[in-house]
Protein backbone atom coordinates (compact mmCIF):
# COMPACT_ATOMS: atom_id res chain seq x y z
CA UNK A 1 0.00 0.00 0.00
CA UNK A 2 1.26 3.35 -0.76
CA UNK A 3 0.75 6.17 1.90
CA UNK A 4 1.17 9.84 1.62
CA UNK A 5 1.88 11.48 4.90
CA UNK A 6 1.16 15.22 4.76
CA UNK A 7 3.70 17.13 7.33
CA UNK A 8 7.07 17.27 8.62
CA UNK A 9 7.17 17.58 12.51
CA UNK A 10 7.70 15.04 15.08
CA UNK A 11 4.16 14.15 15.16
CA UNK A 12 4.29 12.92 11.93
CA UNK A 13 8.16 10.84 12.64
CA UNK A 14 5.59 9.20 14.85
CA UNK A 15 3.07 8.32 12.04
CA UNK A 16 6.07 6.90 9.81
CA UNK A 17 7.36 5.14 12.62
CA UNK A 18 4.40 3.61 13.76
CA UNK A 19 3.62 2.62 9.67
CA UNK A 20 7.12 1.04 9.40
CA UNK A 21 6.17 -1.53 11.93
CA UNK A 22 2.93 -2.94 9.60
CA UNK A 23 1.95 -5.93 9.00
CA UNK A 24 0.89 -4.83 5.72
CA UNK A 25 3.85 -4.36 3.01
CA UNK A 26 3.33 -0.58 2.75
CA UNK A 27 5.45 2.39 1.10
CA UNK A 28 5.98 5.89 2.40
CA UNK A 29 6.03 9.07 0.73
CA UNK A 30 6.62 11.96 2.46
CA UNK A 31 6.46 16.25 1.32
CA UNK A 32 9.11 18.33 1.90
CA UNK A 33 10.94 15.86 5.24
CA UNK A 34 12.79 16.38 7.84
CA UNK A 35 15.97 14.64 7.97
CA UNK A 36 14.64 11.99 10.23
CA UNK A 37 11.61 11.11 7.90
CA UNK A 38 13.73 11.98 4.30
CA UNK A 39 15.68 8.64 5.81
CA UNK A 40 12.91 6.17 5.89
CA UNK A 41 10.57 7.43 3.31
CA UNK A 42 10.77 8.12 -0.48
CA UNK A 43 10.82 12.25 -0.44
CA UNK A 44 8.90 14.42 -2.32
CA UNK A 45 9.91 18.00 -3.07
CA UNK A 46 7.17 20.83 -3.87
CA UNK A 47 4.99 24.08 -3.48
CA UNK A 48 2.26 22.48 -1.12
CA UNK A 49 -0.80 23.62 -3.01
CA UNK A 50 -3.91 21.44 -3.77
CA UNK A 51 -3.20 21.02 -7.50
CA UNK A 52 0.79 19.71 -6.73
CA UNK A 53 -1.06 17.15 -4.46
CA UNK A 54 -3.12 15.75 -6.90
CA UNK A 55 0.13 15.16 -9.01
CA UNK A 56 1.83 13.37 -6.12
CA UNK A 57 -1.11 11.23 -5.93
CA UNK A 58 -1.48 10.72 -9.14
CA UNK A 59 2.32 10.25 -10.27
CA UNK A 60 2.79 7.92 -7.06
CA UNK A 61 -0.11 5.71 -7.37
CA UNK A 62 -1.09 6.96 -3.53
CA UNK A 63 -3.73 4.92 -2.12
CA UNK A 64 -3.98 6.34 1.63
CA UNK A 65 -3.31 10.02 2.63
CA UNK A 66 -2.79 11.00 6.45
CA UNK A 67 -2.95 14.22 7.30
CA UNK A 68 -0.95 15.65 9.94
CA UNK A 69 -1.15 19.29 10.85
CA UNK A 70 -4.92 21.35 11.24
CA UNK A 71 -4.07 24.21 7.76
CA UNK A 72 -4.78 21.52 5.12
CA UNK A 73 -7.68 20.50 6.81
CA UNK A 74 -8.54 23.80 7.57
CA UNK A 75 -7.80 24.79 3.77
CA UNK A 76 -10.07 21.63 3.03
CA UNK A 77 -7.62 19.06 1.46
CA UNK A 78 -10.43 16.26 2.43
CA UNK A 79 -12.89 17.43 0.43
CA UNK A 80 -10.48 18.23 -2.77
CA UNK A 81 -9.64 14.93 -3.24
CA UNK A 82 -12.58 13.37 -2.57
CA UNK A 83 -14.01 15.77 -4.88
CA UNK A 84 -11.65 15.09 -7.76
CA UNK A 85 -12.75 12.05 -9.89
CA UNK A 86 -9.36 11.40 -10.71
CA UNK A 87 -7.85 11.27 -7.15
CA UNK A 88 -11.62 10.44 -5.58
CA UNK A 89 -11.02 7.01 -4.55
CA UNK A 90 -7.92 7.97 -2.71
CA UNK A 91 -8.26 7.42 1.29
CA UNK A 92 -8.16 10.46 3.43
CA UNK A 93 -7.51 10.28 7.36
CA UNK A 94 -8.68 13.95 8.82
CA UNK A 95 -11.88 15.57 8.29
CA UNK A 96 -13.90 17.68 6.22
CA UNK A 97 -13.54 21.14 5.53
CA UNK A 98 -17.00 21.74 7.65
CA UNK A 99 -15.17 19.27 10.37
CA UNK A 100 -12.00 21.18 10.64
CA UNK A 101 -13.90 24.25 11.84
CA UNK A 102 -13.89 22.61 15.22
CA UNK A 103 -10.02 23.59 15.35
CA UNK A 104 -10.51 26.23 12.19
CA UNK A 105 -12.69 29.24 14.25
CA UNK A 106 -12.86 28.75 18.16
CA UNK A 107 -16.07 30.59 17.70
CA UNK A 108 -17.90 27.76 15.91
CA UNK A 109 -16.22 25.58 18.38
CA UNK A 110 -18.09 27.52 21.22
CA UNK A 111 -21.21 27.59 19.56
CA UNK A 112 -21.45 24.06 18.94
CA UNK A 113 -20.57 23.34 22.31
CA UNK A 114 -23.00 25.49 23.52
CA UNK A 115 -25.50 23.85 21.11
CA UNK A 116 -24.80 20.42 22.54
CA UNK A 117 -24.65 21.28 26.10
CA UNK A 118 -20.77 20.66 26.50
CA UNK A 119 -19.04 22.05 29.74
CA UNK A 120 -16.83 24.54 28.84
CA UNK A 121 -15.54 28.34 30.01
CA UNK A 122 -18.11 31.13 29.31
CA UNK A 123 -17.00 33.31 26.41
CA UNK A 124 -18.01 36.40 23.80
CA UNK A 125 -16.65 37.14 20.67
CA UNK A 126 -15.81 40.31 19.25
CA UNK A 127 -14.36 41.80 15.98
CA UNK A 128 -13.00 45.05 15.05
CA UNK A 129 -16.17 46.55 14.34
CA UNK A 130 -17.69 45.32 18.16
CA UNK A 131 -13.92 46.43 19.72
CA UNK A 132 -15.53 49.07 22.16
CA UNK A 133 -17.77 46.12 23.48
CA UNK A 134 -15.01 43.73 24.10
CA UNK A 135 -13.27 46.60 26.06
CA UNK A 136 -16.79 46.92 28.44
CA UNK A 137 -16.72 43.42 28.72
CA UNK A 138 -13.34 42.93 29.65
CA UNK A 139 -14.13 45.81 32.17
CA UNK A 140 -16.67 43.98 33.36
CA UNK A 141 -15.14 40.87 34.32
CA UNK A 142 -12.23 40.49 37.02
CA UNK A 143 -8.55 38.78 35.71
CA UNK A 144 -7.09 36.48 34.55
CA UNK A 145 -8.35 37.27 31.63
CA UNK A 146 -8.49 34.94 28.30
CA UNK A 147 -7.85 35.97 24.83
CA UNK A 148 -8.11 33.59 21.89
CA UNK A 149 -7.57 34.36 18.55
CA UNK A 150 -10.79 33.01 16.57
CA UNK A 151 -8.35 31.44 13.94
CA UNK A 152 -5.56 28.47 13.53
CA UNK A 153 -1.85 29.69 14.96
CA UNK A 154 0.27 26.48 15.74
CA UNK A 155 -0.84 27.13 19.53
CA UNK A 156 0.12 30.37 19.86
CA UNK A 157 -3.08 32.04 19.46
CA UNK A 158 -4.02 32.45 23.13
CA UNK A 159 -2.60 35.13 25.75
CA UNK A 160 -3.76 34.76 29.31
CA UNK A 161 -2.83 38.64 31.30
CA UNK A 162 -3.93 39.58 35.10
CA UNK A 163 -5.20 42.87 34.25
CA UNK A 164 -7.43 44.97 33.07
CA UNK A 165 -5.22 47.31 31.11
CA UNK A 166 -3.03 44.66 29.80
CA UNK A 167 -6.04 43.22 28.43
CA UNK A 168 -7.22 46.33 26.74
CA UNK A 169 -3.67 46.39 25.29
CA UNK A 170 -3.74 42.85 24.18
CA UNK A 171 -7.53 43.03 22.53
CA UNK A 172 -6.64 46.05 20.72
CA UNK A 173 -3.35 44.64 19.02
CA UNK A 174 -5.04 41.35 18.07
CA UNK A 175 -8.34 43.48 16.74
CA UNK A 176 -6.43 46.51 14.93
CA UNK A 177 -3.28 46.01 15.03
CA UNK A 178 -3.75 42.09 13.26
CA UNK A 179 -1.27 40.55 15.94
CA UNK A 180 -2.11 37.08 14.72
CA UNK A 181 -2.95 37.97 11.00
CA UNK A 182 -6.60 36.72 9.72
CA UNK A 183 -6.57 34.43 12.71
CA UNK A 184 -7.13 37.39 14.87
CA UNK A 185 -10.17 39.14 12.92
CA UNK A 186 -12.47 37.88 15.74
CA UNK A 187 -11.02 37.24 19.09
CA UNK A 188 -13.11 35.06 21.54
CA UNK A 189 -12.73 36.66 25.36
CA UNK A 190 -13.48 33.76 27.91
CA UNK A 191 -13.45 33.13 31.78
CA UNK A 192 -10.03 31.55 33.07
CA UNK A 193 -10.67 28.46 34.38
CA UNK A 194 -8.14 27.36 37.55
CA UNK A 195 -7.41 23.62 37.31
CA UNK A 196 -5.06 21.14 35.88
CA UNK A 197 -5.42 20.52 32.17
CA UNK A 198 -4.98 17.42 30.10
CA UNK A 199 -5.00 15.72 26.64
CA UNK A 200 -7.75 13.42 25.45
CA UNK A 201 -7.72 11.99 21.64
CA UNK A 202 -10.98 10.36 19.85
CA UNK A 203 -10.42 8.08 17.19
CA UNK A 204 -13.67 8.73 14.87
CA UNK A 205 -15.21 7.15 11.96
CA UNK A 206 -18.02 8.98 11.36
CA UNK A 207 -19.98 6.80 13.43
CA UNK A 208 -17.80 5.10 16.18
CA UNK A 209 -15.30 6.61 18.59
CA UNK A 210 -12.72 5.01 20.31
CA UNK A 211 -10.68 7.07 23.22
CA UNK A 212 -7.02 6.75 22.64
CA UNK A 213 -4.91 7.20 26.10
CA UNK A 214 -5.02 10.19 27.94
CA UNK A 215 -1.46 12.80 27.92
CA UNK A 216 -0.54 15.83 29.36
CA UNK A 217 1.43 18.50 27.66
CA UNK A 218 3.46 22.00 28.47
CA UNK A 219 2.60 24.76 26.58
CA UNK A 220 4.84 27.29 28.27
CA UNK A 221 7.72 28.23 27.22
CA UNK A 222 9.45 28.67 30.52
CA UNK A 223 9.99 26.56 33.79
CA UNK A 224 6.97 26.71 36.16
CA UNK A 225 4.46 26.96 33.25
CA UNK A 226 5.11 30.64 32.98
CA UNK A 227 6.21 32.83 29.60
CA UNK A 228 4.85 32.47 26.07
CA UNK A 229 2.90 29.92 24.95
CA UNK A 230 4.64 27.69 22.31
CA UNK A 231 3.41 24.66 20.23
CA UNK A 232 4.30 22.52 23.04
CA UNK A 233 7.46 21.95 25.13
CA UNK A 234 6.94 18.39 26.49
CA UNK A 235 4.06 15.75 27.53
CA UNK A 236 3.50 12.83 29.75
CA UNK A 237 1.30 9.82 29.32
CA UNK A 238 -0.35 8.19 31.42
CA UNK A 239 -2.66 11.24 33.44
CA UNK A 240 -1.80 10.23 36.89
CA UNK A 241 -4.78 11.48 38.57
CA UNK A 242 -6.97 10.05 35.85
CA UNK A 243 -9.29 7.63 37.46
CA UNK A 244 -12.63 5.94 36.80
CA UNK A 245 -14.82 8.55 37.82
CA UNK A 246 -13.31 11.56 35.74
CA UNK A 247 -13.50 9.13 32.97
CA UNK A 248 -16.63 8.22 32.56
CA UNK A 249 -17.48 12.02 33.66
CA UNK A 250 -15.26 12.87 30.03
CA UNK A 251 -17.08 10.32 28.12
CA UNK A 252 -20.34 11.43 28.99
CA UNK A 253 -20.73 15.22 29.05
CA UNK A 254 -18.01 15.56 26.22
CA UNK A 255 -17.01 12.65 24.20
CA UNK A 256 -20.02 11.18 23.47
CA UNK A 257 -22.10 14.90 23.21
CA UNK A 258 -19.04 15.88 20.49
CA UNK A 259 -19.36 12.91 18.13
CA UNK A 260 -23.19 12.71 18.40
CA UNK A 261 -23.32 16.43 17.67
CA UNK A 262 -20.87 15.61 14.75
CA UNK A 263 -23.10 13.22 13.39
CA UNK A 264 -26.57 15.14 14.37
CA UNK A 265 -25.21 18.01 11.86
CA UNK A 266 -24.67 15.80 9.24
CA UNK A 267 -20.32 16.71 8.99
CA UNK A 268 -18.28 14.26 7.55
CA UNK A 269 -14.96 13.07 9.49
CA UNK A 270 -13.18 10.44 9.60
CA UNK A 271 -9.81 11.10 11.54
CA UNK A 272 -8.86 12.10 14.75
CA UNK A 273 -10.62 14.89 17.59
CA UNK A 274 -7.81 16.19 19.79
CA UNK A 275 -9.94 17.25 23.21
CA UNK A 276 -8.05 20.13 25.26
CA UNK A 277 -9.52 19.72 28.64
CA UNK A 278 -9.18 21.12 31.89
CA UNK A 279 -9.84 19.70 35.37
CA UNK A 280 -11.71 22.01 38.25
CA UNK A 281 -12.49 20.85 41.28
CA UNK A 282 -13.25 17.25 39.71
CA UNK A 283 -15.43 18.23 36.84
CA UNK A 284 -14.12 18.39 33.24
CA UNK A 285 -14.40 21.49 30.74
CA UNK A 286 -13.37 21.64 27.32
CA UNK A 287 -11.04 24.62 26.43
CA UNK A 288 -10.70 23.79 22.74
CA UNK A 289 -10.84 21.13 19.92
CA UNK A 290 -8.36 19.96 17.51
CA UNK A 291 -9.49 17.85 14.61
CA UNK A 292 -5.91 16.25 14.54
CA UNK A 293 -2.96 14.65 16.97
CA UNK A 294 -1.93 16.68 18.96
CA UNK A 295 2.15 17.52 18.86
CA UNK A 296 3.97 16.96 21.88
CA UNK A 297 1.51 14.39 22.57
CA UNK A 298 1.47 11.84 19.96
CA UNK A 299 5.06 11.33 21.00
CA UNK A 300 3.68 9.94 24.13
CA UNK A 301 0.56 8.70 23.31
CA UNK A 302 1.19 6.22 20.09
CA UNK A 303 4.19 5.00 21.01
CA UNK A 304 1.84 3.39 23.81
CA UNK A 305 -0.49 1.65 21.39
CA UNK A 306 0.37 -1.84 20.62
CA UNK A 307 -1.97 -2.73 17.56
CA UNK A 308 -0.82 -2.10 14.02
CA UNK A 309 -1.18 1.84 12.99
CA UNK A 310 -2.45 0.88 9.05
CA UNK A 311 -5.26 -1.37 10.63
CA UNK A 312 -6.65 1.36 13.04
CA UNK A 313 -6.20 4.05 10.24
CA UNK A 314 -8.55 1.36 7.72
CA UNK A 315 -10.77 1.07 10.56
CA UNK A 316 -11.21 4.95 10.71
CA UNK A 317 -12.57 4.81 7.37
CA UNK A 318 -13.92 1.39 6.84
CA UNK A 319 -16.24 2.70 9.67
CA UNK A 320 -15.76 -0.31 12.28
CA UNK A 321 -14.21 1.09 15.15
CA UNK A 322 -16.45 -0.59 17.55
CA UNK A 323 -14.86 -4.20 16.03
CA UNK A 324 -11.31 -2.65 17.20
CA UNK A 325 -9.63 -3.13 20.95
CA UNK A 326 -6.88 -1.14 21.39
CA UNK A 327 -4.42 -2.88 23.33
CA UNK A 328 -2.21 -0.14 25.38
CA UNK A 329 1.11 -0.40 27.01
CA UNK A 330 1.12 0.26 30.66
CA UNK A 331 4.58 2.16 30.83
CA UNK A 332 5.13 5.39 31.38
CA UNK A 333 6.23 7.60 28.46
CA UNK A 334 7.55 11.20 28.99
CA UNK A 335 8.52 13.43 26.09
CA UNK A 336 10.90 16.28 26.31
CA UNK A 337 11.53 18.87 23.30
CA UNK A 338 14.36 20.27 22.24
CA UNK A 339 13.82 23.61 21.34
CA UNK A 340 15.90 27.21 19.50
CA UNK A 341 17.16 29.83 21.25
CA UNK A 342 14.81 32.40 20.80
CA UNK A 343 11.49 29.83 19.99
CA UNK A 344 8.96 30.90 20.15
CA UNK A 345 9.59 34.23 18.86
CA UNK A 346 12.77 34.74 16.38
CA UNK A 347 15.40 32.26 16.36
CA UNK A 348 18.23 31.21 14.20
CA UNK A 349 18.60 27.88 12.60
CA UNK A 350 21.10 26.02 10.04
CA UNK A 351 23.18 24.90 13.45
CA UNK A 352 25.02 20.48 13.36
CA UNK A 353 23.41 19.11 16.13
CA UNK A 354 25.68 16.15 16.95
CA UNK A 355 25.25 13.38 19.57
CA UNK A 356 21.40 11.84 18.23
CA UNK A 357 23.88 8.50 17.64
CA UNK A 358 24.76 8.09 20.78
CA UNK A 359 20.65 8.07 22.06
CA UNK A 360 20.09 4.40 23.13
CA UNK A 361 17.64 4.40 25.56
CA UNK A 362 15.37 7.20 24.52
CA UNK A 363 13.61 7.75 20.95
CA UNK A 364 14.30 10.51 19.04
CA UNK A 365 11.37 12.24 16.89
CA UNK A 366 12.95 14.71 14.56
CA UNK A 367 10.43 17.86 14.22
CA UNK A 368 12.52 20.99 12.56
CA UNK A 369 15.54 19.50 11.10
CA UNK A 370 17.35 19.34 7.81
CA UNK A 371 19.98 16.67 6.36
CA UNK A 372 22.50 18.94 4.61
CA UNK A 373 25.70 17.32 3.58
CA UNK A 374 25.58 14.36 5.69
CA UNK A 375 25.35 16.78 8.53
CA UNK A 376 21.61 17.18 10.54
CA UNK A 377 20.80 20.30 10.63
CA UNK A 378 18.47 22.78 12.88
CA UNK A 379 15.94 23.93 10.51
CA UNK A 380 12.84 25.40 13.05
CA UNK A 381 11.96 26.26 16.29
CA UNK A 382 11.34 22.87 17.86
CA UNK A 383 13.95 20.86 16.64
CA UNK A 384 13.06 17.58 18.20
CA UNK A 385 11.37 15.00 21.14
CA UNK A 386 13.27 13.32 23.03
CA UNK A 387 10.76 10.18 24.22
CA UNK A 388 11.58 7.30 27.03
CA UNK A 389 9.85 4.69 28.98
CA UNK A 390 9.42 3.27 32.29
CA UNK A 391 7.43 2.21 34.84
CA UNK A 392 6.94 5.75 36.16
CA UNK A 393 6.91 8.67 34.69
CA UNK A 394 9.84 10.21 37.26
CA UNK A 395 12.14 7.45 35.79
CA UNK A 396 11.35 7.97 31.94
CA UNK A 397 11.83 11.61 32.37
CA UNK A 398 14.99 10.93 34.04
CA UNK A 399 15.99 8.61 31.21
CA UNK A 400 14.76 11.96 28.45
CA UNK A 401 17.36 14.07 30.43
CA UNK A 402 20.19 11.72 30.46
CA UNK A 403 19.75 11.34 26.30
CA UNK A 404 19.01 15.35 26.45
CA UNK A 405 22.62 15.82 28.14
CA UNK A 406 24.49 13.57 24.86
CA UNK A 407 22.49 15.91 21.85
CA UNK A 408 24.05 19.05 21.27
CA UNK A 409 23.76 22.13 19.27
CA UNK A 410 23.87 25.52 19.54
CA UNK A 411 20.85 27.59 20.82
CA UNK A 412 19.86 24.41 22.51
CA UNK A 413 16.96 25.01 25.13
CA UNK A 414 14.18 22.70 27.41
CA UNK A 415 12.38 22.84 30.10
CA UNK A 416 13.98 21.29 32.62
CA UNK A 417 10.37 20.86 34.52
CA UNK A 418 8.38 18.35 32.73
CA UNK A 419 5.59 16.74 35.38
CA UNK A 420 6.53 19.35 37.99
CA UNK A 421 2.63 19.27 38.37
CA UNK A 422 1.99 15.61 38.71
Excluded at 361 to 385: C, E, I, Y
Amino acid sequence: MNILVIGSGAREHVYFHKLLNSKTDVSLFSINPNAAISSISKALYFDFNFQNLKQAIINNSINLVLVGPEIPLIDGVYDFIKSDYEIGNTIVIGPSKNGAMLEGSKDFAKNFMSKYNIPTAQSKSFTKESISEGINYLKNKKGPYVLKADGPAAGKGVVIVDKFDEAKIVLEDMLLNNSFGKSSETVVIEEFLSGIEMSCFVLFDGKNCLTLPYAKDYKRISEGDVGLNTGGMGSISPVSFMDDEMHNKIEERIIKPTVNGLINEGIEYKGFIFIGLINVNGNPYVIEYNVRMGDPETQVVLPRIKNDFLEILLAIENQNLDQLELEINPNHYANVVLASKGYPESYNKGFVIKGIENIINSTVFHAGTLLKDNNVLTNGGRVMSVVSSADNFKEALKQSYESIGLIEFEGKIYRKDIGFDL
